[in-house]
């Protein structure tokens, strides 16, 4: 179990490529519940279904992160915002999304940039967030991540 003082935190990965899967993705905080994560500073392109996301738990971050997506048969949306509650003994809460890029394409070819569940507490810092940034192309990753 982690604390607000504590914060289980996922920062500066790089990811490339993902897929093909109908429900997995780039990063996601929180599934079947979880707390005090945050998600910062991360790069994803074609991460496989979506790029980011929150699934349930209380007190999450996930900001300045720049997800890109091309169309593929998998994609589906660039950032999702989603609470579990049927699945965890409680409601998402405190959920911040802020300061992120997004340029996503989904699989029916338009614009796919995010998903907030209509059951969801709206994100605190949403306004901040750009949506089909047409700077974030596949060019934000190298074209072969090599491990250091």
Sequence with gaps: ???????????NNWIRGGGPSPSSGGILLGDYGGSNMIM???ILVNPGQYGIAVAGGSNMVMRRNKV??????????GIVVVNWTWQTD???ENITVAHNRVNWIGSHGGDAPFWVWEEMQWPIGWDTN???DPTITPNILPAEIVGV
């Design 130 to 132: 750009t949506f089909q």
């Design 1 to 11: 179990m982690f604390d607000a003082s504590n914060p289980y935190i996922v920062r």
């Design 90 to 92: 409680g409601p998402s």
């Design 68 to 77: 890109y997506g091309e169309q593929l048969p998998w994609s589906n949306v």
């Design 40 to 42: 910062e500073d991360n």
